[in-house]
Nanobody
């Protein structure tokens, strides 16, 4: 059974930092593309960052470039999202995403990030 369990969300002031984690199980993590998406109230889910299983350079949405860093540790079946210089517009539920060999994708349950003073 595939599971993606996010953690690390919370309330932070503008300019602050958070580190999200996503622990994966039930599939071959090392050959899967891993990413993060987010969904703000009243908006569609949008891409944030991705680290493919074969790539060496992650992809980022323009609005997080220079502020967010995605990383993965295959030995721990875990993907991280380091978020720095957070802005109120970063407030959203953040979802972990996995695309396994063959193209099937899976989602975590999401973790809330709220940026507010």
């Amino acid at each position: 059974q595939v599971q993606l369990v996010e953690s690390g969300g919370g309330l932070v002031q503008p300019g602050g930092s958070l580190r999200l984690s996503c622990a994966a199980s039930g599939f071959t993590f090392s050959t899967s593309d891993m990413g993060w998406f987010r969904q703000a109230p009243g908006k569609e889910r949008e891409f944030v960052a991705r680290f493919t299983w074969i790539g060496t350079k992650p992809d980022y949405a323009d609005f997080v470039k220079g502020r967010f860093t995605i990383s993965r540790v295959n030995a721990k079946d875990t993907v991280y999202l380091q978020m720095d210089n957070l802005k109120p517009e970063d407030t959203a539920v953040y979802y972990c995403n996995a695309v396994v060999r063959g193209g099937r994708q899976y989602w975590g349950q999401g973790t809330q990030v709220t940026v507010s003073s």
